[in-house]
Nanobody
Framework: QVRLVESGGGLVQAGGSLRLSCAAS????????MGWYRRAPGKQRELVAG???????NYLNSVEGRFTVSRDNAKNMLYLQMNSLEVDDTATYYC??????????WGQGTQVTVSS
């Protein structure tokens, strides 16, 4: 059974930084691709960053160069370092297991609000 718990969201001014964390429990974390998604009000959910078990990452074009996804397989942790935050980054951010969209593979979400 998968359980994901996000933390680290908050209110920050444009240009600031935040680091999101996701504590994961489940079998074979170290070989499972993980992702950070976000959903802003009135917009569709989008994949912000994905990372393979070995650490290969890909990013949404609009966050490339500003966000960095990483993982610590020894601790079953996933991270998202967000720098140079923009107002358009305001959203609820979700940790996702295996890039799967069934309900059991999502955390509860953490709110990120960027003020101008």
């Amino acid at each position: 059974q998968v359980r994901l718990v996000e933390s680290g969201g908050g209110l920050v001014q444009a240009g600031g930084s935040l680091r999101l964390s996701c504590a994961a429990s489940g079998s074979d974390f170290n070989t499972t691709a993980m992702g950070w998604y976000r959903r802003a009000p009135g917009k569709q959910r989008e994949l912000v960053a994905g990372i393979t078990g070995r650490g290969r990452a890909n990013y949404l074009n609009s966050v490339e160069g500003r966000f960095t996804v990483s993982r610590d397989n020894a601790k079953n942790m996933l991270y998202l370092q967000m720098n140079s935050l923009e107002v358009d980054d305001t959203a609820t951010y979700y940790c996702n297991w295996g890039l799967r969209h069934e309900p059991n593979y999502w955390g509860q979400g953490t709110q990120v609000t960027v003020s101008s």
